[in-house]
């Protein structure tokens, strides 16, 4: 039965009164709960007698083949209408529900709302003749496979199949039997999917079997090889690729099952453990009962074709998750498991030791196609075998061994094993994508080459493989295409290859010098060592020749050269000496080995000389000179740094650079100056690898030097004279001597020339110049004479000696300095190098785009942008230091370069470091020209992985003398501020430091910002000279020595005022989560949001340094495996390393900020000592009088903790003297609340603050003491937040109680009175600080201000409270927690409404003594026997604390309050404004609107309790008013007080244009509509002039701008014509009504703005005066400045559709925006205004032609949050200094914003300029349906005489899309009813607006609403 046929019958009986519509609510397309219609509204049906019969006839009903299952006890949700059928009796043969016997009265409750499931007709759907992904579209029906038809195919329905089958999305549509023809019945044709629909049979279609077609016509799809997100991923990869049991994911679809996703784990592909995934997470069967017959139905489910075994005892190992079913009972004829009988979902009597598993036949149904390539042959012989079929666990592919064959270890010829022998693979086809394939399948990472052309020689087996097509992304070779096995038409000379990445290509050596040392590898992240079992000169050689080295002159074993630390990765090499890299020698296997690190082995190269040296200095130190036509020559310092340094260091074989000297600081050359403008990335092995200039404007004076750091790097002569003494070089901060064992004239040449002579005159032994007095440093020292420095000779090890200072060694040097060329022996190919193009730049654009640019001989080349894309972009952009790409640019974009093309044909991977490791034609090899450069545009935010060092500012090569600054005598981001200067550390006086100061230190170190700045000593005094008095930074500086000071080293200071900063650190921020008070999920905050930390490497010195971090004094345990639950955010640290002495978790070793290889089942956890530390941490601020303070109290233990882990001093703000969002800001500090001072007091200030309280933003910054006086201490004075802080305290300011103010100054903030919805809600502000409990976090729903439903926080979410055994005492903990006294009453079954989070807490058990409800006995968390009918509640102690509104509606009526158990009135005398105010906002309203008398809502019954009632209007409730007393008062009740209250001040009009469309108002923080009921011109008028309109022309009902799709608001709305907004009518109450949304109301108000109402934010003074000369009461002017704004319309003009000239429509015409400050701040206000997502560009001069209308606005300043360009600042209207060629301009992003509502007019979001500037799409979705335009005041339609895809495109461009995927004709989307307004459409394409392309003329046409034209937009 076909759904129209069944909504025309059903529409029809409807009519005639005989039967009522029916639906499905709370569940999926073919399960919910059954509604049926009827008297306007849905209602539901009882669930008594209900059962399977009476199921079936619903789902016939609804179109669906039959019910799989029948649910009661309201299994989809409880329902809201009425309960309209009990006791349905069906006997299965009705058509509708109706026709069953039924009761039309009942004794229901909601919770016993029935409800179905009904079985799919077509809910089995795959994919044959393709892959696992890909392939022709087959449904199952009428017991076989059939095909679909491609008439009308395309990627919408092709997203429906693949989403069906569980990927994300599909990433083609293919037609024409792409994969091949089927054989059975053609089921589907014409499928017409929307897109939103979970199953094929939901589209669209001719019918079933019903089609014009042949099976060359059958569909097929390419899904993305990406499983659906929403959908578990599963532990058995191979699932994801196509196997012999191709259905091991089903699912019924529209949620036709609960338990629709069933797998096997821990077992293999046809057998293993029962796994069902329910609630969002897989959990097992209980084997109870569980037999064969239940075996058969998973299997089945899973595509096999029976069961073999039923297993019972968690044979396939314990499973993890719930246990989902227990005592399953099947017939075994069920189509899936939750078909079955069983006892309830998660209702068992189990454990996991009694999982229940199966063992599939690994025969696929004969109903169901087998993929992958099992063949005949192979089937028959794995039966015929005695090989269990539980082994057979290899069958995933036939090709799974491959191997490389005529080459070396990663290169070779490609062989796979086919039937018994290896074979090859042709070349046809070979490419990249290929062989990355290959490599990944043999362990490597990626291929380097493909080769072809038998390059390995030819193979001697069959070809097995031709046509090889990998996408690159398969597991292995044969999952990729290919003609077919053994199918080819190749020879062996066409045998491909490939070269793999070497596993093992990176060594070094460690512990020795430049050319020796100890072996190690680069392996898995690490370097490791190498065993030397068999280690000999063939192994060292092939060692050598990979570093660099011509040969080895020695191979070294026993660790000569220091035992390694890493993992030993080889052993039992064996080398023949000709190989290339050691991994290709033989060995025993990676990290295959039998030793200890005392067996890891060395080699001693042959040394290379360099043609470089240091001058003027020592050893290590000097001015830098370089060789080159026979003489010594200087460098120019020009752009000289620290990276320049290093490699000038590092190319004479020390580790790396300490200082980089300018200035001739080694004194003055004397030769040529060879090289200037050196710059180097510090990656270079040698000077000349770096970007340098040969021509130089240079002096002398300008000659570069380094310092160069070596271990011993100091060498002196002592006890002699200038040129001869005793030999004493400097190790660990002292000096020592050498031992003269061995010692002889060679040794004693390398000193000499270490210390500047030429050569040794002699040698001397027996400490002939006097023993020393320190440590003896080096023994048997063995030089062989070229070394640099005296470290770099064979010796015994450092301090490793048997020697006395008698034996100390000397030398006599030759007097005459060395002037021949020095060897040097570190060769360049030591370090690996980015290679010849490590210099790269962005040219023609700005700071982040540009024109790609690299540096090759000497000068700027460019880029060609043939094959370039988004990969090699991001090459570029993490090349440049930026985190990715966000475009990769083509057709020179930023401008033609002019220097050479260097490279083309670029292929990243994009993984590589620098452009030059990608493939490309070679140097300079191009067919392009310079309008082919290549361009991109990287993310503006800089990579932020960085490693996190004790001294970050050394990754930052700075100029200054004082580039060396660190932190003493703290921890990682605090301590004594320290710099070197003169070869020491010295400190800084704190005379004249402050905040500022303590920025550029902090700063300079890395970090962000400074947090303190400290004084006197604070960490401890330093020893050291001081350096630096009278520090006056700007705050603008990058290093220290760059601000004003008194001079180095000039002060007049003692050390007792050393200066200290804190420094914001970048995990300063650590949470315990999941758990309880001192344990759980270790979380850091980063980036803006809590991340967590993998437990590789995890332990117990990681968890004490948490714990220490949050305040205890140990950690009692280190968890690992995510035992406190998973996180859900980035995972920001992994293979953490901590000491255990840090600080904090930041200072430890790790990977890397978010580098990891991990996922969330791996989140560490602590469990840390439950004693707050004694030694309480620096890093939260705490003082040493705090610390007393809190020592000698009696806190808690649990309240220290909630103290501890705060990370700043002022993390407590609170508002006092005014009201829930308002009031003075009080910060809490030392003890005490104080205030802050109204200096520089702004809106960012007051928004950070707000925000810090829960609150989204402020809307005012008050000062001047607006909410009365503090009285406690200023703690801050001068605030200034850039408004994107997260706390105060994070502000620059004056420092701590630093102020020049009095408390008349206290500022203020009025915050928005919506909370954040980021965070819990409550109606307790103090539920924001701190408390101690799991369940800090308390509130009363459904109530009022004391009285509700009791819900707690807790895992992220409010739940609720069972009220098993509830009382008042309980109940007074509740209202205690909650800030009230005591409680009144305790309710309970669901007093409140119910619930409808988890049920939190049962069996609750108060003593009544607890500070909160956790404190008390109860079941556990979430462990009850509860239904939320049993909700407990509260009324909490307030003598005036209930008020409601009675006699009125949901906003107004007469005041009642509750007093001694009844409800009274109020008495009017004196009842005001004020007083409705404050009776509003205690009711939940922002304010009142009015405060009526006269029992205006009738006379109410009670006794009066309030009169003469005077309230400030700032209370909170009505009894802290002023009033007469009690029950005192001299009143009738014809005198009692009512209110209006405000309930929405936000009105618009959508579905329209600028002045007409559906009415929508903003109601609980969503739009809704307006029931036309009652609906009339009065009505429309205060609508109109609400927006700020003069007044209404017309008042439209039935939804003439389209249905609305939120609530209806208002019904029988009935306005006088003159109130001043539409919630002061009356009408039936909020969300009363009886309407549905083709009722929805509109308007069309007068197209002149209202020269009365005033703007937001912009009333002139002439307005002023006009206004207050009126009798307008301020209350009523307070109500008309929310109106909408007086700019709300805004256009672009002199462009296109995304760019152009900005206009606002401002007194009846349009006028321009001044450039003066515009930036893209601005512009992004702008596009988000006109619907854009972002701006691109905001422009200037007037780009796009000067407009010439009015000036508007000028200097215009927004932040870019706000939604409308006057919510900005600015001069004022028509206040500028400007002329129309400063007009300002804008680029859009061209992709409408998706995270706006979709209108059925998206281009009212655009203005334009014609006559049918108009248009929308009818009859279909967003993107898609019937074109109309609006001419005349109506909507019409345009025939498809001539119409195309041109047209199509200008009608999608004017909508705001990219372009139009479709022009269809014939009225696709439905026929019109309007006039056709134009025919015989003619676009050339280029056209912005429809009315510009040539046509018939308007209204001129010879055509019918069936040729009524429609397009398919793009959208990206």
Known sequence: MQLWWLLVVACSVLISGNAKLIRLAGGAGNTGRVEVYHNGQWGTVCDDGWGLEEANVVCRQLGFESASWSRTMAHYGQGTGPILLDDVVCDGSETFLTQCSHSDTHDCQHTEDAGVDCYSVLNNVRLAGGGGNYGRVEVYYNGQWGTVCDDGWDLIDANVVCRQLGFESALESKSSAFYGQGSGTIVLDDVDCTGDEDSLDQCRHNGLEEHNCVHYEDAGVVCSNTPNTLLPTTDTPSSLLPTTGVWNNVRLAGGGGVLNNVRLAGGGGNYGRVEVYYNEQWGTVCDDGWDLNDAHVVCRQLGFESALEGNSNAMYGLG???????????????????????????????????????????????????????????????????????????????????????????????????????????????????????????????????????????????????????????????????????????????????????????????????????????????????????????????????????????????????????????????????????????????????????????????????????????????????????????????????????????????????????????????????????????????????????????????????????????????????????????????????????????????????????????????????????????????????????????????????????????????????????????PSSLLPTTGVLNNVRLAGGGGNFGRVEVYYKGQWGTVCDDLWDSDDANVVCRQLGFEFALEGNRNALYGQGSGPIVLDDVECTGDEDSLDQCRHNGLEEHNCGHYEDAGVVCSNTPNTLLPTTDTPNTLLPTTGVLNNVRLAGGGGNYGRVEVYYNGQWGTVCDDGWDLIDANVVCRQLGFDSALEYNSNALYDQGSGPIVLDDVDCTGDEDSLDQCGHAGLEKHNCGHHEDAGVVCNSVLNNVRLAGGGGHYGRVEVYYKGQWGTVCDDLWDSDDANVVCRQLGFEFALEGNRDALYGQGSGPIVLDDVECTGDEDSLDQCRHNGLEEHNCGHYEDAGVVCSNTPSTLLPTTGYITEELTTLLLSTSYSTEALTTLLPSTNILNTVRLAGGGGNYGRVEVYYKGQWGTVCDDLWDSDDANVVCRQLGFEFALEGNRNALYGQGSGPIVLDDVECTGDEDSLDQCRHNGLEEHNCRHHEDAGVVCQNTPNTLLPTTDTPSSLLPTTGVLNNVRLAGGGGNYGRVEVYYNGQWGTV??????????????????????????????????????????????????????????????????????????????????????????????????????????????????????????????????NSNAMYGLGSGPI????????????????????????????????????????????????????????????????????????????????????????????????YGQGSGPIVLDNVNCMGDEDSLDQCRHNGLEEHNCVHYEDAGVVCSNTPSTLLPTTGYITEELTTLLLSTSYFTEALTTLLPSTNILNTVRLAGGGGNYGRVEVYYKGQWGTVCDDLWDSDDANVVCRQLGFEFALEGNRNALYGQGSGPIVLDDVECTGGEDSLDQCRHNGLEEHNCRHHEDAGVVCQNTPNTLLPTTDTPSSLLPTTGVLNNVRLAG?????????????????????????????????????????????????????????????????????????????????????????????????
């Open 1505 to 1600: 309790v309030l009169d003469d009632v005077d309230c400030t209007g700032d209370e909170h409730s009505l009894d802290q008013c002023r009033h007469a007393g009690l029950e005192e008062d001299n009143c009738d009740h014809f005198e009692d007080a009512g209110v209006v209250c405000r309930v929405f001040d936000n009105v618009r009009l959508a579905g329209g244009g600028g002045n007409y469309g559906r009415v929508e108002v903003h109601y609980n923080g969503q739009w809704g509509t307006v029931c036309d009921d009652g609906w009339d011109l009065n009505d429309a008028h205060v609508i109109c002039r609400q927006l700020g309109f003069e007044f209404a022309l017309e008042g439209n009902s039935n939804a003439l």
């Open 320 to 826: 993890s998750g719930p246990i989902v079913l227990d005592d399953v009972d099947c017939t075994g004829d069920e189509h899936s498991l939750d078909q079955c009988r069983h006892n309830g979902l998660e209702e068992h009597n189990c454990v996991h030791y009694e999982d229940a598993g199966v063992v599939c036949s690994n025969t696929p149904s004969t109903l169901l196609p087998t993929t992958g390539y099992i063949t005949e042959e192979l089937t028959t012989l794995l039966l015929s075998t005695k090989v269990p079929i539980r082994l057979w666990r290899w069958r995933v592919d036939i090709l799974n061994t491959v191997r490389l064959a005529g080459g070396g270890g990663n290169y070779g010829r490609v062989e796979v094993y086919y039937k018994g022998q290896w074979g090859t693979v042709c070349d046809d086809l070979w490419d990249s994508d290929d062989a990355n394939v290959v490599c990944r399948q043999l362990g490597f990472e990626f291929a380097l080459e493909g080769n072809r052309n038998a390059l390995y020689g030819q193979g001697s087996g069959p070809i097995v493989l031709d046509d090889v097509e990998c996408t690159g992304d398969e597991d292995s070779l044969d999952q990729c295409r290919h003609n077919g096995l053994e199918e080819h038409n190749c020879g062996h000379h066409e045998d491909a290859g490939v070269v793999c990445q070497n596993i093992l290509n990176t060594v070094r050596l460690a512990g020795g010098g430049g050319n020796y040392g100890r072996v190690e590898v680069y392996y898995k992240g690490q370097w490791g060592t190498v065993c030397d079992d068999w280690w000999d000169s063939d192994d060292a050689n092939v060692v050598c020749r990979q570093l660099g080295f011509e040969f080895a002159l020695e191979g070294n074993r026993y660790a000569l050269y220091g035992q390694g630390s890493g993992p030993i990765v080889l052993d039992d090499v064996e080398c023949t000496g000709d190989e290339d890299s050691l991994d290709q020698c033989r060995h025993n296997g990676l990290e295959e080995h039998n030793c200890g690190h005392h067996e890891d082995a060395g080699v001693v190269c042959q040394s290379n000389a360099k043609e470089i040296r240091l001058a003027g200095g020592a050893g290590n130190t000097g001015r830098v000179e370089v060789y080159h036509n026979g003489q010594w020559g200087t460098v120019c310092d020009d752009g000289w740094g620290i990276e320049e340094a290093d490699v000038v260091c590092r190319q004479l074989g020390f580790e790396s650079a300490s200082w980089s000297r300018t200035k001739a600081h080694y004194g003055q050359g004397t030769g040529p100056i060879l090289l200037d403008d050196v710059v180097c990335d510090g990656s270079e092995t040698s000077l000349t690898q770096c970007s340098h200039s040969d021509t130089d404007n240079c002096q002398h004076t300008e000659d570069a030097g380094v310092d160069c750091y070596s271990v011993l790097n100091n060498v002196r002569l002592a006890g002699g004279g200038g040129n001869y003494g005793r030999v004493e070089v400097y190790y660990n901060g002292q000096w020592g001597t050498v031992c003269d064992d061995g010692w002889d004239l060679i040794d004693a040449n390398v000193v000499c020339r270490q210390l500047g002579f030429d050569s040794a005159l002699e040698s001397k032994s027996s400490a002939f110049y006097g023993q020393g007095s320190g440590t003896i440093v080096l023994d048997d020292v063995d030089c062989t004479g070229d070394e640099d420095s005296l470290d770099q000779c064979g010796h015994a090890g450092l301090e490793e000696h048997n020697c006395g200072h008698h034996e100390d060694a000397g030398v006599v040097c030759q007097n005459t300095p060395n002037t021949l060329l020095p060897t040097t022996d570190t």
């Open 1820 to 1916: 279909g979705g967003a993107n898609y349906g019937r074109v109309e335009v609006y001419y005349n005041g109506q909507w019409g339609t345009v025939c498809d005489d001539g119409w195309d895809v041109t047209d199509a495109n200008v009608v999608c461009r004017q909508l705001g899309f990219d372009s139009a995927k479709e022009g269809n004709s014939y009225a696709l989307y439905g026929q019109g009813s309007g006039p056709i307004v134009l025919d015989d459409v003619d676009c050339t394409g280029d056209e912005d607006f429809l009315d510009q392309c040539g046509h018939a003329g308007l209204e001129n046409h010879d055509c019918g609403h069936h040729e009524d034209a429609g397009v398919v937009c793009t959208v990206l």
């Open 1362 to 1491: 069972c009220d098993d055994g509830w009382d008042l005492i309980d109940a007074n903990v509740v209202c205690r927690q909650l800030g009230f006294d005591s409680a009144l009453e305790y309710n309970s079954n669901a007093l409140y409404g119910q619930g409808s989070g988890p049920i939190m807490l049962d069996d609750v058990d108060c003593t009544g003594d607890e500070d909160s409800l956790d404190q008390c006995g109860h079941a556990g968390l979430e462990e009850h026997n509860c239904g939320h009918h049993e909700d407990a509640g509260v009324v909490c102690n307030s003598v005036l604390n209930n008020v409601r509104l009675a006699g009125g509606g949901g906003n107004y009526g007469r005041v009642e309050v509750y007093y001694n158990e009844q409800w009274g009135t109020v008495c009017d005398d004196g009842w005001d404004l004020n007083d409705a105010h404050v009776v509003c906002r205690q009711l939940g309203f922002e304010s009142a609107l009015e405060g």
